[in-house]
Nanobody, 115 residues
Framework: QVQLVESGGGLVQAGGSLRLSCAAS????????MGWYRQAPGKQRDMVAV???????SYADSVKGRFTISRDNAKNTVYLQMNSLKPEDTAVYYC?????????WGQGTQVTVSS
């Protein structure tokens, strides 16, 4: 079992920045692929960024060049640095931990970008 707790969401103006954090507990953090997903009202949950246990990253096209995912295995934490935020980035952001058939989610943190 993995427990995930997100933090760092909030209200920011367009062009601003936020850093989301996801603290993990309950298992060996370093072996999991960690990801950030987001869900806007009335839309499906989409992948934003993923980082593997080896440190490889991938991003949704809509956030490439603006968002950066990173992990600190010593602190059992994954981060999402979000720069140049746009109103369309407004959503609930969820942290995810995945390994083989095990998949865990956090409770989500709201990010609202005003124009």
């Amino acid at each position: 079992q993995v427990q995930l707790v997100e933090s760092g969401g909030g209200l920011v103006q367009a062009g601003g920045s936020l850093r989301l954090s996801c603290a993990a507990s309950g298992s060996i953090f370093s072996i999991y692929t960690m990801g950030w997903y987001r869900q806007a009202p009335g839309k499906q949950r989409d992948m934003v960024a993923v980082i593997t246990s080896g440190g490889s990253t991938s991003y949704a096209d809509s956030v490439k060049g603006r968002f950066t995912i990173s992990r600190d295995n010593a602190k059992n934490t994954v981060y999402l640095q979000m720069n140049s935020l746009k109103p369309e980035d407004t959503a609930v952001y969820y942290c995810n931990a995945e390994r083989f058939f095990n998949n865990y989610w956090g409770q989500g943190t709201q990010v609202t970008v005003s124009s």
